[in-house]
């Protein structure tokens, strides 16, 4: 450059060729605008930077309009029964086919890859509750840069209660290894048994705990650091032994953990590569199906519940049949929390309950502690 400039100018210079992103450079631009000399010999430099904040400033439109774009086009499925599960696969891997199995859901299966443009729902009868069931469009390489719609899916699948990976036998390793790539990129871990604890929005006011013997630091400070975060509504599941610092990591981690299991779908009974097998079957569960009987689709449905950490318990009166549906509540829920569930003043009045199912023997009586498992009839007396 010919041109004498001040040293404000090669300053606002500096920033402008160190900028990050368009609106950066356009606050630096703008400063070189104004440091700019102003006498004849410096029209030119004042012509170019003219010229550069004109285009920065488009660029920064341009960019807000696809950023509203994107948020418009995302898109949702409501929650139904017990918990979501998302059918996740690359195109014509047999999605659709194992949703149309399990649900009877009318969707388009076809020879042809991307013949789900949408995503499509079906819900599974499991103990008189209900799971869903979502497929959504194939995943393919680069999803997780927006590829086919690849924002507003991975959105969908954050928000999911579980994964299922579906994988076409034939192309086993090939499938796994670019969706793991893709869920690794958007920042969602499968299986990671990271967090000693999980976090579930709760019906009620007030902060629920499932499993607190597994926090080994003062309950009340707890309580007091998550109403200070404005988590006031919430049920806490402790897996394993907590300390506040685990809390803290898990309400700062960005990257979100989904349990997931891997469906093979063994089309006219081509059997996976037995090194490719390994791998899957080293990071989640596997599931292989050829033809979908009901033996298979039991089984299935059976993974599908387990994928969801969920107990199911009837609730019964004194002299009555129990309850036609079960309550579902998260996997480690005591009698106590069953009967929060049912009533606030139910547990606050809590006498004693009487078990059904995995109790020693029938009928017998239990106190607020005990553990309730799938299939329990559980009657409650409360005073
Ligand atoms: N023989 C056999 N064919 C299958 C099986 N599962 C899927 N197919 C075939 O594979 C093709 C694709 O099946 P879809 O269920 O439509 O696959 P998809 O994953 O939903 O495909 P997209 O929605 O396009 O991503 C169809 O021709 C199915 O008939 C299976 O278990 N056995
Ligand atoms: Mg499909």
Redesign the pocket.
């Known amino acids: 450059m010919t041109t004498n400039v001040t040293v404000e100018y090669a300053q606002a210079e500096k920033r402008f060729q160190e900028a990050h992103g368009p609106e950066e450079q356009l606050t630096a631009l703008l400063e070189m605008q104004s440091t700019a000399p102003d006498h004849k010999g410096a029209e030119n430099l004042r012509a170019e930077i003219s010229r550069k904040i004109k285009k920065t400033r488009e660029k920064i439109e341009k960019n807000e309009e696809q950023r509203k774009k994107a948020s418009s086009r995302s898109v949702s499925i409501r929650k139904e029964g017990i918990g979501q599960i998302v059918l996740v ?10 949703l149309k199995a399990l649900t009877n859901a009318d ?10 443009k949408t995503p499509q729902v079906g819900m599974i009868d499991y103990m008189k509750s209900r799971i869903q069931l979502v ?1 959504i ?2 995943l393919i390489e680069g999803s997780c840069e927006g590829k086919a719609m690849g924002r507003e899916l991975f959105g969908l699948i954050r928000n999911a209660d579980a994964v299922a990976l ?1 994988l076409d036998s034939a192309n086993l390793r090939k499938e796994f290894i670019t969706l793991k790539n893709e869920f690794s990129k958007a920042e969602i871990e499968l299986n990671a048994a990271k967090h000693p604890l999980s976090l579930e929005k709760s019906r009620f006011l007030g902060i629920s705990l499932v499993n607190p013997a597994f926090y080994k630091a003062n309950l009340n400070e707890l309580k007091a650091f998550l109403r200070k975060r404005g988590l006031s509504n919430v049920t806490i599941v402790f897996h394993r032994n907590t300390v506040l610092k685990d809390v803290e990591m898990f309400l700062s981690s960005k990257t979100v953990s989904k349990k997931a299991m891997a469906i093979i ?4 009974e081509v059997k996976a590569d037995e090194s490719a097998m390994k791998l899957v079957a080293s990071e989640m569960p596997v599931f292989c ?4 009987r009901d033996k298979e689709k039991n089984a299935l449905a059976e993974k599908f519940f387990a994928m969801l950490d969920r107990v199911l318990v009837f609730t019964k009166k004194p002299g009555e049949k129990q309850a036609d549906k079960p309550m579902a509540l998260p996997l480690g829920s005591t009698i106590g929390d069953a009967a929060r569930d049912l009533h606030q003043d139910f547990e606050k009045n809590f006498k004693y309950a009487k078990v059904w199912g995995s109790a020693r023997y029938p009928g017998q009586r239990v106190s607020k502690g005990f553990v309730l498992k799938t299939g329990d009839i559980v009657e409650i007396y409360s005073g």
């Open positions: 696969g690359m195109p014509n891997s047999g999605k659709s086919t194992i969707v388009e299966i076809a020879d042809y890859p991307f013949t789900t497929e469009p194939p579906v779908a063994e089309k006219n199906i050829g033809k979908l």
